[in-house]
């Protein structure tokens, strides 16, 4: 496949590094790629619906609107684009979460270790678009497994939450073989996506969208090693 790269810096000589990196990186790969600069948060966001970005190479601090801000305006239309920061400051590391970045690389940034982030990066575009097939009533609908919540069992039937509701009539075991890894079984009543967990406690599982989980007894140690380790 070929890797649509977007590096947004203000800074011309530490833009053209980064990207003259990525670029050697696509190469060293064997990937085919497209990549593009952006002097400013406004340049980026003013192409946005025009081309799609795989990988986002972005500074914080940025004249009027810095990186942090310029991530969460990509958000609201895109939860694809694996965001990386390149900054030279450390203190807006945990913002990064709220953005669902992928990793932040302090400045100067090596080759070895963006390398290892494009790595990741490549590899969570992939797992993107992966995909449910489900049979619904006079249609087979595939769903990207990105946008699954959670699935839960409703007496025969299992109802998958992504953007909508999908019923159908499954086991729940034979659709958590087919999710695969990134999933997590809460007992015999739901399975949920571990990237969709924005906090777990005792008793319940809560999700980025509000929604909340009830988590059986026994399973804190468990959902949270499985947090951990997912890639």
Same mark, same amino acid.
């Given at each position: %496949?070929?890797?649509?790269?977007?590096?947004?810096?203000?800074?011309?000589?530490?833009?053209? +590094?980064?990207?003259?990196?990525?670029?050697?990186?696509?190469?060293?790969?064997?990937?085919?790629?497209?990549?593009?600069? $952006?002097?400013?948060?406004?340049? $980026?966001?003013?192409?946005?619906?025009?081309? !799609?970005?795989?990988?986002?190479?972005?500074?914080?601090? %940025?004249?009027?609107?810095?990186?942090?801000?310029?991530?969460?305006?990509?958000?609201?239309?895109?939860?694809?684009?694996?965001?990386?920061?390149?900054?030279? +400051?450390?203190?807006?590391?945990?913002?990064? +979460?709220?953005?669902?970045? /992928?990793? +932040?690389?302090?400045?100067?940034?090596?080759?070895?270790?963006?390398?290892?982030?494009?790595? !990741?990066?490549?590899?969570?575009?992939?797992?993107?678009?992966?995909?449910?097939?489900?049979?619904?009533?006079?249609?087979?609908?595939?769903?990207?497994?990105?946008?699954?919540?959670?699935?839960?069992?409703?007496?025969?039937?299992?109802?998958?939450?992504?953007?909508?509701?999908?019923?159908?009539?499954? =086991?729940?075991?034979?659709?958590?073989?087919?999710?695969?890894?990134?999933?997590?079984? /809460?007992?015999?009543?739901?399975?949920?996506?571990?990237?969709?967990?924005?906090?777990?406690?005792?008793?319940?599982?809560?999700?980025?969208?509000?929604?909340?989980? =009830?988590? =059986? !007894?026994?399973?804190?140690?468990?959902?949270? !090693?499985?947090?951990?380790? %997912?890639?």
């Amino acid at each position: %496949m070929a890797y649509h790269i977007a590096v947004c810096d203000d800074s011309p000589e530490d833009r053209d +590094y980064v990207a003259g990196l990525a670029g050697r990186w696509a190469r060293a790969r064997g990937y085919e790629w497209k990549l593009a600069q $952006f002097p400013s948060a406004e340049s $980026f966001l003013f192409q946005l619906g025009e081309e !799609r970005w795989d990988i986002l190479l972005l500074d914080v601090e %940025m004249g009027r609107m810095d990186g942090v801000s310029m991530a969460r305006e990509l958000r609201k239309a895109n939860d694809t684009t694996q965001i990386v920061f390149v900054t030279g +400051y450390a203190e807006y590391i945990a913002e990064g +979460y709220d953005v669902a970045a /992928l990793h +932040y690389l302090l400045k100067p940034v090596g080759e070895e270790k963006l390398f290892a982030v494009l790595d !990741r990066a490549a590899a969570a575009v992939k797992k993107s678009e992966r995909t449910l097939a489900l049979e619904l009533p006079g249609e087979t609908l595939r769903v990207p497994l990105r946008q699954i919540r959670y699935a839960e069992v409703r007496g025969n039937y299992v109802t998958v939450h992504a953007r909508g509701e999908y019923t159908v009539k499954k =086991p729940l075991s034979v659709l958590e073989e087919e999710l695969g890894e990134g999933f997590y079984r /809460l007992g015999r009543s739901s399975v949920v996506n571990l990237r969709w967990i924005s906090r777990v406690t005792k008793v319940d599982v809560y999700l980025n969208d509000g929604t909340v989980l =009830p988590l =059986p !007894r026994g399973s804190y140690q468990g959902i949270n !090693r499985a947090i951990i380790e %997912m890639d």
